[in-house]
């Protein structure tokens, strides 16, 4: 239907309609399309237009339907429906790293860090720090924050307050492994300064070492070469 509307409004040399699914991965260190266009920049539409098309890669639309299904009929109306973006279930992570709504100074040149200063609230990261937002604190899931949030303990100075017993630790599984910590993460967070619980022990700094050290040296006489060193322990 829309390639007809294209012909009809004499568009179809403008856009190009296909009924195959497909994403512009850019998998290709260089796209044919860059590459005709490099060599032939007369090159005619319709060699453009195979180049293109072989820059995508084609997907099952039966294997995306319901991902794309959901999002168009679920999660676009919900996020829609909210004015203030900061009233969504929005939760930092590792997996932010790559978003371009993340704001971390440290990774950006210094026009952009100025936008960043200038509008805190449009980012989340500064969002975050703001506002003591839960997902700040390191440790936390998504799931664990939501049910601190559920419960009334929406930010890190009520997290701060808590003492490890607090029956809130108890609603779920990641906040009672973690509860001798949390106050004191969110504690470290509101003031910049070290903060350890109590009878905090680690594996990674043990009271004292029974290691075993092996260290392996090859020397070849007949070049009179080291030929290998090992190392294990
Ligand atoms: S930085 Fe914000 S918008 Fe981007 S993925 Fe993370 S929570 Fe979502």
Redesign the pocket.
Known sequence: MLANWLRLRDLETQFFVSESLGLGTRAKETSELSRLVGTNPEASITDRLHAFLADIEWVDFGVFFQGVDHFIKQDLPRVLAVSKWTDLD????S??ST?????HREWLPAEDRAVVDAYRDH???TAAEDSGHLSRITTITRGSRKTLCEAGYADLGAISRLSSSDLVFKRHNALKADRNHLPQRASALISGNVTVAPGTTTIDFPKSADLEVFITVNFDPGTGLLSALRLRS
């Open positions: 929005w939760h930092l992570d997996r932010c978003c371009d709504f993340l704001g980012y989340c990261e």
